[in-house]
C-alpha cells in the first residue's frame, strides 16, 4: 500500500524568504502523479502544483516549485519569495492508479506553514 | 474554480440520526469522491464513484453509505451518526483518473454529532 509522510508538522518563514516543505512517499508503482494542495483557514482544499512522475523535469507554477527525486521517493515544495497570503496548510498527496479505489488521493499529514511579517 | 457546491455546510445533529450531505457538480465529471479530514490524518476516502450508479468502497467506509442517481450529484449518508463521525467531509471531483486527473474539491461540510 501506498503511503505518504510530511515529517514537518509547522514550519515558518519570513516575509519573501524561501521556504521547503518536505514529502516523501513509498510505492510499488512505476507511474504515479503527486500533488501539493494548500489549505487556508477557510478549509478550501487548492491545488497548488502537480508533477508526474513519468517526467524528470520539475514542475513549476509561478513562485512554486517542487523538486521531486524518483529513485528517493521525495517531493519536496520551494516556496519563494513568500507571502502572508502563503500561510495555511500544506498536503503533499499521491494519486493511485485507477484501479485502486478509482485513482484516490493519498494525503499526508500536513504542514502548517506560518509566514511572518 | 471547479464548480462543486456542497450542502449543508455546517450541521449539528444527535447520536443515531441519520444525516445525508450532499455533493453537486456543473462540471459533469465522471468520478466523485468522498472524504474525511481528520486531525493527524489528513483526508482519506470513504467512497467513490465512477459513474451514475456506479459506486465503490474506499479505506474508511464503514457506516456510510452512497447514492448517485444524476452525474451532477453524490449523495453520502450516515445511516445512524455516532460521535466518530464528527468531522470535516470534502466532496472532490475528476474527469479521468487513468490520465492523472487532477482532482478539485469542494468547500466541505463540518459535522458534528454530540
Known amino acids: 500500500a501506498q503511503t505518504v509522510t510530511q515529517s514537518q508538522p509547522e514550519m515558518s518563514v519570513q516575509e519573501a524568504e524561501t521556504v521547503t516543505l518536505s514529502c516523501t512517499y513509498d510505492t510499488s508503482e512505476s507511474d504515479y502523479y503527486l500533488f501539493w494542495y494548500k489549505q487556508p483557514p477557510s478549509r478550501q482544499m487548492i491545488l497548488v502544483i502537480r508533477q508526474e512522475a513519468y517526467k524528470q523535469q520539475n514542475a513549476t507554477e509561478n513562485r512554486f516549485s517542487v523538486n521531486f527525486q524518483k529513485a528517493a521517493k521525495s517531493f519536496s515544495l520551494k516556496i519563494s519569495d513568500s507571502q502572508l497570503g502563503d500561510a495555511a496548510m500544506y498536503f503533499c498527496a499521491y494519486r493511485t492508479s485507477y484501479y485502486n479505489q478509482g485513482g484516490k488521493l493519498i494525503f499526508g499529514q500536513g504542514t502548517e506553514l506560518s509566514v511572518k511579517p | 474554480d471547479a464548480g462543486i457546491t456542497q450542502s449543508p455546510r455546517h450541521k449539528v445533529t444527535e447520536t443515531g440520526t441519520p444525516v445525508t450531505l450532499r455533493c453537486h457538480q456543473t462540471e459533469n465529471h465522471r468520478y466523485m469522491y468522498w472524504y474525511r479530514q481528520d486531525p493527524g490524518h489528513g483526508l482519506r476516502l470513504i467512497h467513490y464513484?465512477?459513474?451514475?450508479?456506479?459506486?465503490d468502497k474506499g479505506e474508511v467506509s464503514d457506516g456510510y453509505s452512497v447514492s448517485r442517481s444524476k452525474t451532477e450529484d453524490f449523495l453520502l449518508t450516515l445511516e445512524s451518526a455516532t460521535s466518530s463521525q464528527t468531522s470535516v467531509y470534502f466532496c472532490?471531483?475528476?474527469?479521468?483518473?487513468?490520465?492523472?486527473?487532477?482532482?478539485?474539491f469542494g468547500p466541505g461540510t463540518r459535522l458534528l454529532v454530540l
Open positions: 472532490a471531483i475528476s474527469e479521468s483518473p487513468d490520465l492523472g486527473e487532477t482532482q478539485y
Open positions: 464513484s465512477y459513474g451514475v450508479k456506479d459506486t
